[in-house]
């Protein structure tokens, strides 16, 4: 699997929980079901389907093999990669700025794409791409 980028900001467990949530229901499994298909606990898979703690990496490999193909494991713990951009963004001081201007994070995107960042920007690249967009539209972040 691809390592994740090295990331400052630490996931969601509500979102992460959602996802897991969204996982389980279009899979049909029972959370019972679920949890002998992972060999974990059934209490232990509703907590992190409740949001009280995030599954750790090894749980998350093994739950986007068994339900996806090639290497999900940042879309488990992030969503996509604008979702991520987005909250990075608003975790950075900037959700004002978002709201008036909320095409921002696909924007960083392209540019970070066009910067030639690859599908995984760093939150450096991000960070870049953000000031750089900013400059360009002559954009004030508050």
Not at 14 to 21: G, Q, T, Y
Not at 64 to 82: A, N, P, Q, T
Not at 116 to 131: A, L, M, R
Request: aromatic share 12%; charged share 25%; glycine share 6%.
């Amino acid at each position: 699997m691809n390592p994740i980028p090295n990331r400052s900001m630490k996931p969601n467990n509500i979102k992460v929980a959602a996802r897991l949530k969204a996982i389980q229901e279009a899979s049909g499994l029972s959370l019972s079901d679920m949890a002998k298909l992972l060999e974990i606990p059934k209490g232990t898979l509703s907590s992190y389907i409740r949001g009280l703690t995030l599954p750790p990496r090894p749980l998350a490999e093994k739950i986007i093999s068994y339900f996806f193909k090639g290497d999900k494991v940042e879309w488990f713990y992030y969503g996509d990669i604008v979702d991520y951009i987005r909250d990075y963004l608003s975790y950075k001081g900037h959700q004002k700025f978002l709201d008036s201007y909320p095409y921002v994070p696909d924007h960083v995107y392209l540019m970070c794409d066009v910067d030639n960042c690859g599908p995984n920007p760093t939150d450096e690249d991000i960070d870049v791409s953000f000031g750089k967009l900013c400059r360009k539209n002559k954009l004030v972040s508050t």
